[in-house]
């Protein structure tokens, strides 16, 4: 419980150092009044094509999609490789992470409090940030949740047919829309047409939640043996889904990155500087390069999202190395920090961050259903 206590502080602080780092650096560097000229003019950057403004007919509504829009078209259409391939990994780490964050909802342990209702803070994350939301949810997790402090079967118990169903509903509700989005524009759909898939993107975690209710409702009970043996079996198939989509995305682009210094004669030279580690994964200093202003709208949504993966991905670790050391010290009496740490470094350098957090979440819940396991089945043989 000591752990649990003070770490929120040090969530809230990332969460706050995120406002500065995308928001005020933003600010500073020119971007967000380069994304307002833009919607003022009713233009979509790159193409000079007009920007659709009237989506749902609620004002309000409207200008913040119109602003999405705006903001996203640099990373769909292809004209800045360096922010294209680092939005593949961001892509990984923000879809498993948000498989976390879906299951830490559904566990009875929290079938009354806030934490059941993660599309809220999807939706934060979409227009707020991943960094400046995922840290508070976190925080406000370790700080009011049993099931990180005090994990038991019980309460760490997730309704089946929901975790069965959740490797089907992201791939429909957040993978389709995601490529969705990368249909070029004018070659296969029209720019009002792409824009469209834009901002239809935008509230996929609300998807996501609606159609795990559903199955919640409609396929619970043909599923109702929730057993701790059955149940570890379905969050199986569930991590390994989180794990393979944040890895898959994280070696992908990390190995275009990094082939362009171990073999650069397979790239045209332009390609070399803007697919290079430095360029794709480094952000700037907000604190060194105040006076930084960017060219154009690409580069700023490059150094804006640079940021926010950086904090976000980073505080879902955190939390993840957090509750897995609970558990640990709950079950076993002990944490054994340095094998801890170096596992989780290693499988940090190879399926990113987000893959490192889903292992040590996974193998949290296997052990304390598989201590739930064992005492039952000493209890049986007495």
Avoid: C
């Avoid at 419980?1 to 969460?15: I, N």
């Avoid at 929290?110 to 994350?125: R, V």
């Avoid at 509750?323 to 350098?349: D, Y």
């Amino acid at each position: 419980m000591g752990l649990a206590s003070y770490l929120p502080v040090v969530f809230f602080l990332l969460s706050g150092f995120a406002g500065f780092a995308i928001f005020v650096f933003s600010e500073n560097n020119g971007l967000l009044r380069l994304v307002e000229h833009f919607v003022e003019n009713k233009v979509l950057p790159g193409s000079g094509e007009p920007l659709r403004t009237v989506y749902t007919g609620f004002e309000p509504v409207d200008r913040l999609l119109a602003f999405l829009t705006v903001f996203f078209i640099p990373v769909v259409d292809g004209s800045n490789p360096s922010l294209f391939l680092h939005s593949i990994t961001f892509t990984g780490a923000f879809g498993s992470a948000w498989v976390l964050v879906v299951l830490e909802a559904w566990r009875k342990g929290n079938s009354s409090n806030l934490f059941s209702l993660p599309s809220i803070f999807g939706i934060a994350a979409q227009v707020a940030t991943f960094a400046m939301s995922t840290p508070l949810y976190l925080g406000l997790q370790l700080l009011t949740s049993n099931t990180s402090f005090q994990p038991t079967a019980k309460n760490i118990a997730i309704p089946r047919a929901v975790v069965n169903a959740i490797p089907v509903i992201f791939i429909l509700a957040f993978q389709v829309p995601s490529f969705a989005m990368l249909i070029p524009a004018p070659e296969v759909i029209t720019f009002d047409q792409k824009q469209v898939l834009v901002a239809l993107w935008q509230p996929w975690p609300v998807y996501v939640s609606t159609l795990l209710t559903i199955v919640s409702l409609l396929f619970s009970g043909s599923t109702s043996d929730n057993s701790p043996f059955k149940l570890r079996k379905s969050l199986r198939a569930a991590y390994t889904f989180a794990l393979t989509n944040s890895a898959l995305n994280h070696v992908i682009s990390w190995t275009i990155s990094l082939v362009t210094i171990a073999k650069p004669e397979f790239f045209n030279e332009s390609y070399l500087h803007s697919l290079h580690p430095a360029q794709v994964f480094t952000p700037y200093n907000p604190f060194t390069n105040g006076e930084l202003k960017v060219k154009d709208i690409g580069d700023g949504v490059h150094i804006f999202l640079q940021w926010d993966f950086l904090v976000g991905t980073s505080a879902v670790l955190l939390w993840a190395v957090t509750v897995n050391a609970l558990a640990r010290s709950k079950i076993q009496g002990k944490v054994g920090w340095f094998g801890l740490l170096f596992k989780t470094a290693t499988s940090a350098l190879f399926t990113g961050p987000v893959g490192a957090a889903v292992q040590l979440v996974w193998e949290r819940d296997e052990l304390v259903l598989d201590d739930e396991i064992v005492k039952s089945a000493a209890k049986k043989a007495l």
